[in-house]
């Protein structure tokens, strides 16, 4: 992935798909990217942190960026988090802006299907650490 | 232990960070321990960006219980380990995104101490991590 993350949209979910770090390399051109979706009708933002293991204020940065410009203050989804990630979210008071979401198989159509049944029991946040598990 | 020397350093955080995170010691414990990463960019990103030093030095010192760094820069007076820590009680959608690496320095590292020697400020920062 060039910048290391993927940003695509469906509907009125964006899907972002981070490499290993999201920092102060790649997290101002992520922030471009989103930039351009400033206006558009967008209800969820999802970041797929499944090979994220990296997160630096810079990164924090682009995810206040997606919650505050982008839509109206859309819902915050982090999708297979590893621990050490999820501390940092929690670190910063973030656990309750931000749901949590644990699918198993990576790709972009999954998250979707996943999310649609998230929506379906909007009341509970699904959260499950990510110990080392190895790649598909 | 190893000592790196970057001058100029304006416009070359991505070129300082790249090295450091390079550097043997460092590696030894960003493999297990990727938050060493993040508090290397925040300090050198921080030096970079507002103390106004034309230069900075960074010592890096392993052992088998710890993982010891000292960031040396001619900048402006800067006690980070005094700066006020952003206000979580906001909600995510008012905050400010200022003061938030400084807060992930102090939170992740065992040790944070600020000296100021003649005219450098001196960032010794310390983690406790068993093997090398």
Not at chain 2, 83 to 100: H, W, Y
Request: charged share 25%.
């Amino acid at each position: 992935m060039k910048n290391d993350f993927l940003v695509s949209k469906n509907g009125t979910v964006l899907i972002i798909t981070l490499g290993r770090s999201l920092n102060t390399a790649n997290a101002p051109a992520l922030q471009d990217e989103l930039a351009k979706f400033t206006g558009e009708t967008i209800e969820k933002v999802v970041f797929d942190a499944s090979e994220l293991l990296a997160l630096s204020s810079s990164g924090l940065r682009v995810v206040y960026f997606a919650k505050q410009r982008l839509g109206n203050k859309p819902e915050i989804i982090f999708v297979n988090c590893a621990k050490e990630i999820y501390d940092t979210l929690k670190l910063i008071g973030l656990t309750s802006a931000v749901k949590f979401l644990k699918v198993e198989n990576k790709k972009v159509v999954r998250i979707q299907e996943a999310l649609e049944s998230f929506a379906a029991n909007n009341d509970v946040v699904c959260y499950s650490m990510k110990m080392g598990q190895a790649d598909d | 232990m190893t000592r790196l020397h970057f001058q100029p350093i304006e416009g070359k955080s991505l070129d300082i960070l790249d090295t450091i995170l390079k550097n043997t010691e460092v590696v030894s414990v960003d493999d297990s321990w990727r938050n060493l990463s993040v508090v290397v960019e925040e300090i050198v990103l921080n030096i970079v960006d507002y103390s106004k030093s034309d230069y900075l030095d960074v010592e890096i010192i392993r052992d088998e219980e710890s993982i010891t760094l000292r960031f040396h820069d001619g900048g402006v007076p800067f006690n980070p380990v005094e700066k006020e820590m952003p206000d979580f009680a906001v909600p995510m959608e008012n905050r400010q995104i200022g003061g938030l690496g400084i807060f992930m320095v102090i939170k992740y590292m065992d040790t944070v101490r600020y000296d100021r020697s003649g005219d450098e400020n001196i960032l010794t920062v310390m983690k406790r991590i068993r093997g090398k």
